[in-house]
């Protein structure tokens, strides 16, 4: 099937990957205590899946993203290298260090760690898939400016952050009056 000039513009117009801007993504990650980042991942999950055409669910694939996120990253590389774009890391290393991430927040570290901790394996990938964003639809919208709701939803993070931080605060002074 031969695309008209006008179809294949609209064919460019969307990006293959969740489009949001690198600064953007790190803010609203490291503001929300990495619940942003399970908000990218969503959104890449349903554009891989509208096209490649795949019967998967990005609910489930987002909910279980600690084993399921290498099919993503090595995606991404392959499309990078689709694109012209060379990778400078690992789907595996990078998939092996965000499992790694994960299960130290399920067993150690505070809370009000999530977004850095989360963000670090995840944003090699951003920052590749937002290149390839560039260079395969270069019309399509970019997500880099801040709106009201963002701002509003850095606020709510903040908040918590400052909430859980506090209270980890307090169970420490707390451990060390009780120390028999």
Do not use: C
């Amino acid at each position: 099937m031969i695309l008209a000039p006008h179809d294949a513009a609209a064919a460019r117009a969307e990006a293959p990957w969740w489009p949001v801007g690198t600064t953007k993504f790190v803010v609203m990650t490291l503001g929300t205590l990495g619940i942003y980042h399970y908000y990218w991942i969503y959104g890449n999950w349903k554009r891989m899946r509208a096209r490649e055409g795949a019967a998967l669910s990005p609910v489930w694939r987002t909910f279980f993203a600690p084993v399921t996120v290498y099919r993503m990253f090595a995606a991404a590389a392959e499309s990078a290298s689709t694109a012209g774009v060379r990778p400078r890391w690992s789907a595996v290393g990078l998939a092996a260090a965000y499992f790694i991430a994960n299960v130290a927040l399920l067993a150690a570290v505070p809370a009000w760690m999530a977004g850095p901790l989360l963000l670090l394996p995840v944003l090699p990938v951003q920052m590749t898939m937002a290149r390839v964003n560039v260079i395969t639809a270069p019309a399509a919208p970019r997500n880099e400016r801040f709106t009201l709701t963002d701002y509003a939803i850095l606020a709510a993070g903040a908040a918590l952050t400052a909430g859980l931080w506090a209270e980890a605060r307090a169970v420490d002074d707390l451990l060390q009056e009780w120390n028999p």
